[in-house]
C-alpha cells in the first residue's frame, strides 16, 4: 500500500509564513504529479497547487505569488511553502500523489488525512 503523511500546518498571523511537507511512502514504483488541495468549513475541496515529477508547476490564482510547491523525488516527498498568508487561507490542506505501484502498471490517486492551516487576522 501507498501511504501520504502531512506535516506543518499551525496557528500563524495573517502576513506569516508556514511549510507544508508530504512524505509518500510504501510499495512506490514511481510518482508522478503531486500536489495540495484545501478545504475550508462550507466549502469545496480546491486546487491550490500541483507539481508533474519534471517539477512544471501550475497554482490557483488565488495563491500564485504567495505560495511555491516543490519536490524531492529522492524523497518522495511534496514541499508547499506558503508566504503572506491570510484569513483566507484557513483551511484543511491535503496533499495528493499520482502513484505507480510496484509491479501495478497503472497509476492512482492517493491523498493524505489533512493538516489544518489557520491564519488568524
Known amino acids: 500500500q501507498v501511504r501520504l503523511v502531512e506535516s506543518g500546518g499551525g496557528l500563524v498571523q495573517a502576513g506569516g509564513s508556514l511549510r507544508l511537507s508530504c512524505a509518500a511512502s510504501?510499495?512506490?514504483?514511481?510518482?508522478?504529479?503531486m500536489g495540495w488541495y484545501r478545504q475550508a468549513p462550507g466549502e469545496q475541496r480546491e486546487l491550490v497547487a500541483t507539481?508533474?515529477?519534471?517539477?512544471?508547476?501550475n497554482y490557483a490564482d488565488s495563491v500564485r505569488g504567495r505560495f511555491t510547491i516543490s519536490r524531492d523525488n529522492a524523497k518522495n516527498t511534496v514541499y508547499l511553502q506558503m508566504n503572506s498568508l491570510k484569513p483566507e487561507d484557513t483551511a484543511v490542506y491535503y496533499c495528493?500523489?499520482?502513484?505507480?505501484?510496484?509491479?501495478?502498471?497503472?497509476?492512482?490517486?492517493?491523498w493524505g488525512q489533512g493538516t489544518q492551516v489557520t491564519v488568524s487576522s
Open positions: 495528493t500523489a499520482k502513484v505507480v505501484r510496484v509491479g501495478i502498471r497503472y497509476e492512482y490517486d492517493y
Open positions: 510504501g510499495s512506490i514504483f514511481s510518482i508522478n504529479a
Open positions: 507539481i508533474t515529477s519534471g517539477r512544471s508547476t
